[in-house]
């Protein structure tokens, strides 16, 4: 029988979820918009820039994904805590960022369609930041952008589960993935 984190604790749990998750986020988000400003103009639509918060909404909604998914996975929480924790993760994230709760939720549900599987994911979030990021997702340089992106999309999710172990203490979880991670890197 695995030992799940007591509610009680959630709170503490949040703040390192919300600390760690959010170091991650800012780092590939910036990548993100490195790589989408790189594109050239003539595979985009309309106007040239894009609004980055649903890009930022989007990037949490996905990494709410990948934690939840985690935690429950590996016993790290009761099953029946997912929604309070990720209500209580979601509320956090609006309030220290501003971004909207709703939107966030809204991204998470999108992912959550995919069941865990990496591809799927990888799928809906090269299609979503098409979408948000006004890229034609059928231009001649669509496929370098989406090699790229599932790259990007895969670390994030390693990082996420990775924080999220350490968030619930499980350091010897947390080095495994780390390893993971940096296999990954290395290929």
Do not use: W
């Not at 865990?116 to 034609?136: P, S």
């Amino acid at each position: 029988m695995k030992a799940y984190m007591k509610r009680e604790d959630f709170s503490l749990i949040v703040k390192d979820l919300y600390k760690n998750i959010h170091q991650v986020h800012t780092i590939f988000s910036n990548e993100i918009i490195e790589i989408i400003n790189k594109y050239p103009p003539e595979d985009k639509f309309g106007s040239q820039t894009f609004i980055a918060m649903p890009l930022y909404e989007a990037i949490f909604g996905y990494q709410i994904t990948c934690l939840i998914g985690f935690a429950s996975r590996e016993g790290l929480i009761n099953i029946m805590d997912n929604l309070e924790l990720k209500e209580l993760l979601l509320t956090k994230i609006s309030n220290e960022t501003g971004f909207n709760k709703n939107s966030i939720k809204t991204y998470d549900v999108l992912f959550l369609n995919c069941k865990g599987n990496i591809e799927c994911l990888n799928n809906e979030f090269f299609d979503l930041i098409c979408k948000i990021c006004l890229i034609d997702k059928n231009s001649t340089r669509a496929p370098s952008i989406r090699k790229i992106l599932e790259n990007k999309t895969t670390v994030l999710a390693i990082e996420t589960q990775k924080n999220t172990a350490l968030a619930f203490g499980v350091n010897d979880l947390a080095n495994q993935l780390d390893k993971v991670l940096n296999d990954y890197r290395i290929v």
